[in-house]
């Protein structure tokens, strides 16, 4: 049985170092990406405070497709090149939003949702997925959180 618990007290830095470290140890050696990508849904659901979406859309025929997630239901095909996602997917950039309202072309999967940060998932110079994550709050992630989920999604490219 696994049982990763984070401290709340831990500074962001230490947090996403050691929400890494619960992604290794629950992806090495598994070689199903969306077993993989459905533990990880789930440490990002328990790590993270204050979201309500955390997943990953995969990279399907050259359109996002809904992957493992923790959250309300969610939009099942997002292309390339539209909302957050899509955006994520297109520039093979993060994406930083601290207001859906402001962001042109925003899919709203889950009116709740305020801010958003979209990180691509690169493997061989290829975006094969995306994470991503939800709040309620407006401005909830800053650059530490990317920094962070950069750093995750990094160490699950080759396992996914």
Same mark, same amino acid.
């Given at each position: 049985?696994?049982?990763?618990? #984070? ?5 962001? #830095? ?8 619960? *992604? ?6 598994? #070689? /199903? ?20 979406? =955390? ?6 025929? $050259?359109?996002?497709v809904l992957g493992p997630f923790v959250g309300r239901p ?6 390339? $090149?539209?909302?957050?996602? $899509?955006? *994520?997917?297109?520039? $093979? ?8 309202? =402001? ?16 990180? #691509?998932?690169?493997? /061989?110079? +290829? ?11 407006? =401005?909830?992630?800053?650059?530490? /959180? +990317? ?11 080759a396992r996914i």
């Open positions: 049985m696994y049982d990763f618990r #984070p401290d709340a007290a831990l500074a962001k #830095p230490e947090l996403y170092r050691q929400l890494t470290a619960a *992604a290794t140890a629950l992806t090495e050696g598994e #070689p /199903d990406g969306v077993a993989n990508m459905a533990n990880v849904a789930a440490l990002m659901g328990e790590y993270l405070a204050d979201i309500n979406w =955390a997943g990953f859309y995969r990279m399907v025929e $050259g359109e996002l969610a939009c099942i095909r997002i292309p390339v $090149g539209q909302g957050v996602c $899509g955006a *994520a997917a297109a520039s $093979g950039e993060t994406q930083l939003v601290e207001d859906v309202s =402001a962001f042109p072309g925003h899919i709203a999967c889950d009116a709740a949702s305020r801010s958003e940060l979209v990180v #691509p998932v690169v493997r /061989d110079g +290829a975006v094969v997925a995306v994470i991503d994550l939800d709040s309620p709050s407006i =401005a909830r992630f800053d650059r530490e /959180d +990317a920094a962070g989920i950069e750093a995750l999604a990094e160490v699950l490219a």
